[in-house]
């Protein structure tokens, strides 16, 4: 009866980490789908403090991804670094980033391949952003 008990305990303990990991995962996020819309976690509630999310997007041969940037609703500071912004890559974090911003208005990139990074500080929130992307044929 004990051993059962601590079976449940441990699968209790299991699902936990199982869950709670899967929910740390969905802020870094692989994006291979024709066509899609990313927007930031909880949006259109406040986003967290303190986090770091990634979303990678790939498109396949004679393909491009069309990113368009619809709504950023952030924290934003003069030096943009120091609060809450997205960063967009041409391809890996490796590269420079071809744009950082935090403050609202459309936005379009195109490229094979994109690496977005969402960064928030430790207090002061917002809304957060959504954005559309699909592949074109090149
Ligand atoms: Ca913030």
Same mark, same amino acid.
């Given at each position: 009866? @004990?051993?059962?008990?601590?079976?449940?305990? !441990?699968?209790? $303990?299991?699902? $936990?980490?199982? /869950? /709670?990991?899967?929910?740390?995962?969905?802020?870094?996020?692989?994006? %291979?789908?024709?066509?899609?819309?990313? &927007?930031?976690?909880?949006?259109?509630?406040?986003?967290?403090?303190?986090?770091? /999310? &990634?979303?990678?997007?790939?498109?396949?041969?004679?393909?491009?991804?069309?990113?368009?940037?619809?709504?950023?609703?952030?924290?934003?500071?003069?030096?943009?670094?120091?609060?809450?912004?997205?960063?967009?890559?041409?391809?890996?974090? &490796? %590269?420079?980033?071809?744009?950082?911003? /935090?403050?609202?208005?459309?936005? %379009?990139?195109?490229?094979? @391949?994109?690496?977005?990074? !969402?960064? %928030?500080?430790?207090?002061?929130?917002?809304?957060?952003?959504?954005?559309?992307?699909?592949?074109?044929?090149?």
């Amino acid at each position: 009866m @004990q051993v059962e008990l601590y079976k449940m305990v !441990f699968l209790l $303990a299991v699902f $936990a980490l199982y /869950c /709670c990991s899967l929910h740390v995962k969905a802020c870094n996020e692989t994006l %291979t789908y024709p066509s899609g819309v990313i &927007t930031s976690p909880n949006y259109p509630a406040f986003y967290n403090d303190s986090i770091y /999310c &990634t979303y990678e997007l790939y498109s396949p041969f004679g393909y491009i991804i069309n990113l368009r940037v619809e709504e950023v609703e952030f924290e934003c500071c003069a030096v943009i670094s120091d609060c809450d912004y997205l960063e967009i890559y041409n391809g890996s974090e &490796t %590269t420079q980033y071809v744009d950082r911003f /935090c403050s609202n208005g459309v936005r %379009t990139y195109s490229s094979q @391949q994109f690496f977005l990074v !969402f960064r %928030t500080d430790l207090q002061g929130g917002d809304i957060g952003f959504k954005m559309l992307y699909s592949w074109l044929s090149r």
